[in-house]
């Protein structure tokens, strides 16, 4: 599984979206970008960061290390904002935290990173039904002239339909993916071979070793299914798309 590492000092909140996450400091010296437990959206997001992230970096892009954040009620103690208080009390227990990337930028479409893998960011999205990468928010960040694919939580839609038992994969690998609101919407041509070079990489053991990486504890919010069974059920899943190309975007003539 992900390490796990303890909240030391909670920093700052970032007031970007709904979820409200936060700089924070570890005891392993790290900084992170802490995606609360306690957040509205749950911990499905949680699950969907480390799947997506788990995927992106087996097929050679760049996103930021993860790590498991154990949050003690101590920490909420010092802090004098009510609503991050309030956040940070539903969230004692284990939180994501995101690798900080001190001095990154967001991508603007400007800049052109040799080592960017459009194709391959817009193949993941596709896989992971990702809907979260758009101008208004392209989750992209620029960090010593590399592009980084950032904030995954959007993706694996699916999952939000579990809450009373687990639903057939077959609707899942054949749900077409809509890119007419994608950032790299211009890179399409290049799907094609990203298509090609994804399949070689993933399978269904590759599934199994991503989804291991996720903490028990996200893995509590279907009734009457343990986290065992959840990560089968995500290896089905995302089993089941791969098989499929009928969620490809076309590349328009």
Known sequence: MIPRVEVTRYVTPLR???SLPGIVEADDLGTYVCKFAGAGQ????????????GLATRLGLRTPRLVAL???????????????QD?????????LGVD??????????DVEASATDHGMILWLDAFCANVDRSWRNPNLLVWHGDVWVIDHG???????????????????????WDSSDHVLR????????????????????????VVAEVPDEWLNSTPDVTPDELRAAYVDFLSARLESTAWLPEVEG
């Not at 749950?42 to 992230?53: D, F, Q």
């Not at 154990?70 to 991050?84: G, K, Q």
């Not at 211009?186 to 053991?205: F, T, Y």
Request: charged share 25%.
């Open 100 to 109: 900080f990337l001190p001095g990154s930028f967001g991508f603007d479409g």
């Open 42 to 53: 749950g911990v499905r997001v949680l699950v969907a960061e480390v799947i997506a992230s």
């Open 154 to 176: 959007a993706s694996l839609y699916f999952h939000h339909a579990w809450s009373r038992g687990v639903t057939d994969p077959a609707r899942f690998a054949a749900q077409p």
């Open 16 to 18: 970007e979206g709904g």
């Open 70 to 84: 154990e949050l003690d009620r101590a920490i909420a103690r010092y802090e004098a904002d009510e609503e991050v």
């Open 186 to 209: 211009r890179h399409l041509s290049e799907v094609g071979g990203a298509d090609v070079r994804a399949r070689q990489v993933l399978s269904r053991a590759v599934f199994e070793e």
């Open 87 to 95: 956040l940070l009390v539903a969230s004692v227990g284990l939180n």
